[in-house]
């Protein structure tokens, strides 16, 4: 934290002796109302009756980020710039993994960097201190920061920097290859010492397209795996400690538009796979995305089409094949597995079948309906980190299994409006269910109630 503290007093005193010759003022806030029924299928009801938790909840977040940025050029043709920003966020009453009247205020950003152009044509950056950083289509690294819990602000997220991030650029005309060294901004009550570093290359085509290749070595880390029990019958194994030595390669890639009966079409595709020798770990998963755009009709509809999946723990291998999400991007328009199921499955022992139908009936109104049909890889295994982990009496004897007996988890839908009020304003609502399957149904041996959600929140970004 110390780093953190001095890289942003450097700065600040950089930007109050007037050495910059641009400086910019950022400011972001926002409130979120939010009312939950049903939360987390109510099973709260059946595994922990004594506990207390209200499966019928709202709240409201606020959190507000601002900050400074500047940019000099220095006389050799180099610029030199850097950023500080502080975040503080709040949830009023209390939210759906029961934490109420909580906040916390931070540094977010604290950062100081150099960009060169140079007589080959390459352009170096590098950058030091607290900041962002998202590679490829963010299947693994993009978000730095923990939110929510006692920090306040589950819905929102806003923090997004790293904790500490040394970040090495070289690009030449379409190709830009990104060095990285990143600490997480974990939760003090979760810290779990996590460092990591890699090497990102990408190229970006004329039309939009791209290909590129992220490769992540968790050097250090505290954060256990969780392992199926022999056969799936038992309690899962935790092994502690066992991320660090995690080893990801992640390829993505973009189709340019192409004339003819394609033009209207886009392709994406992630395949990501990890290795940790010291633990016999062996984990994939991949992403195939179209979108088609019809672009003569009214309202500009599009249709998005995603069908993703994660490596589950086989139980009948001696091998953990669970795949490890790290830092993904949990948006629904990037990588969550579902609407509120997102909130239960990680990316882990998971696939799922996506439809996205987004229309636009004005410049400035915005709706997006959001289907998603989410299954598990693997059964008898553990879906989250040892969730549902149970007796089950199926043929007349007691064992004591984790994950689910059926493939089916649930089905979200997700009805989106948003709406751009100006040029700094922004409105966005929806309205959300998951219905659970028979693989959700056997956690508690039995019908589970509809989990429904509303939110409507406005955001200023200046």
């Given amino acids: 934290m110390s780093s953190r503290f001095i890289a942003l007093s450097v700065l600040l005193l950089h930007i109050a002796m007037g050495t910059a010759s641009a400086a910019t003022?950022?400011?972001?806030?926002?409130?979120?109302?939010?009312?939950?029924?049903?939360?987390?299928?109510?099973?709260?009801?059946?595994?922990?009756?004594?506990?207390?938790?209200?499966?019928?909840?709202?709240?409201?977040?606020?959190?507000?980020?601002?900050?400074?940025?500047?940019?000099?050029?220095?006389?050799?043709?180099?610029?030199?710039?850097?950023?500080?920003?502080?975040?503080?966020?709040?949830?009023?009453?209390?939210?759906?993994?029961?934490?109420?009247?909580?906040?916390?205020?931070?540094?977010?950003?604290?950062?100081?960097?150099?960009?060169v152009q140079t007589d080959a044509g390459l352009t170096v950056d590098f950058s030091l201190g607290p900041r962002e950083l998202k590679l490829g289509t963010g299947m693994l690294v993009a978000n730095g920061g923990s939110s929510g819990f006692e920090r306040g602000a589950i819905k929102f997220g806003p923090r997004k920097a790293w904790e500490m991030a040394g970040i090495l650029r070289v690009a030449h005309d379409t190709v830009t290859g990104t060095a990285f060294y990143i600490d997480p901004n974990e939760r003090p009550a979760l810290d779990q010492n996590n460092r990591l570093a890699g090497l990102d290359l990408r190229y970006d085509g004329p039309r939009g397209g791209y290909l590129g290749m992220t490769y992540i070595d968790?050097?250090?880390?505290?954060?256990?795996?969780?392992?199926?029990s022999p056969g799936g019958t038992g309690a899962p194994n935790i092994l502690e400690g066992a991320r660090d030595g995690t080893k990801a390669l992640n390829?993505?890639?973009?189709?340019?538009?192409?004339?003819?009966?394609?033009a209207n079409w886009v392709f994406t595709a992630d395949v990501a796979f990890e290795q940790n020798d010291r633990i016999d770990l062996d984990a994939w998963a991949g992403r195939v995305q179209g979108i088609y755009a019809f672009a003569d009709m009214p309202w500009m509809p599009t249709i998005t089409y995603t069908y993703q999946t994660f490596s589950g723990d086989d139980p009948d291998t001696p091998g953990l094949e669970r795949?490890?999400?790290?830092?993904?991007e949990g948006s629904p328009s990037a990588w969550a597995t579902g609407s509120k199921s997102s909130m239960v499955f990680i990316n882990s022992n998971v696939q799922a079948h996506a439809l996205a139908l987004r229309v636009q009936p004005s410049r400035s109104?915005?709706?997006?309906?959001?289907?998603?049909?989410?299954?598990?890889?693997?059964?008898?295994?553990?879906?989250?980190?040892?969730?549902?982990?149970?007796?089950?009496?199926?043929?007349?004897?007691?064992?004591?299994?984790?994950?689910v007996t059926d493939a089916r988890l649930s089905d979200d839908v997700f009805l989106e409006y948003s709406r751009v009020i100006n040029r700094n304003t922004f409105l966005t609502a929806g309205a959300s269910v998951s219905l659970?399957?028979?693989?959700?149904?056997?956690?508690?041996?039995?019908?589970?109630?509809?989990?429904?959600?509303l939110f409507v929140n406005i955001v200023v970004n200046y």
């Avoid at 390829?251 to 394609?262: H, R, T």
């Avoid at 007349?396 to 994950?403: D, M």
């Avoid at 399957?437 to 959600?453: A, F, L, Q």
């Fill in 218 to 228: 968790v050097l250090e880390s505290e954060s256990p795996y969780v392992q199926a």
């Fill in 323 to 328: 795949f490890d999400p790290l830092y993904y």
């Fill in 25 to 115: 003022v950022h400011l972001q806030a926002g409130i979120n109302a939010v009312g939950e029924q049903n939360l987390f299928w109510n099973f709260s009801d059946t595994v922990a009756p004594d506990a207390g938790f209200d499966p019928d909840t709202e709240w409201l977040e606020l959190y507000v980020k601002a900050g400074l940025s500047f940019e000099k050029g220095l006389d050799s043709g180099s610029v030199f710039y850097g950023k500080a920003s502080v975040v503080g966020s709040y949830t009023a009453g209390t939210d759906a993994y029961d934490f109420d009247d909580v906040g916390r205020t931070g540094l977010e950003e604290a950062y100081l960097g150099i960009r």
């Fill in 251 to 262: 390829l993505y890639a973009k189709v340019d538009p192409v004339e003819g009966g394609l």
């Fill in 436 to 453: 659970p399957g028979d693989g959700t149904d056997s956690i508690v041996g039995g019908d589970v109630p509809n989990w429904t959600g």
């Fill in 365 to 403: 109104d915005i709706f997006t309906l959001r289907v998603a049909h989410i299954r598990a890889n693997e059964l008898r295994s553990p879906i989250q980190f040892g969730q549902a982990t149970r007796v089950d009496t199926t043929g007349g004897t007691a064992n004591l299994i984790a994950g």
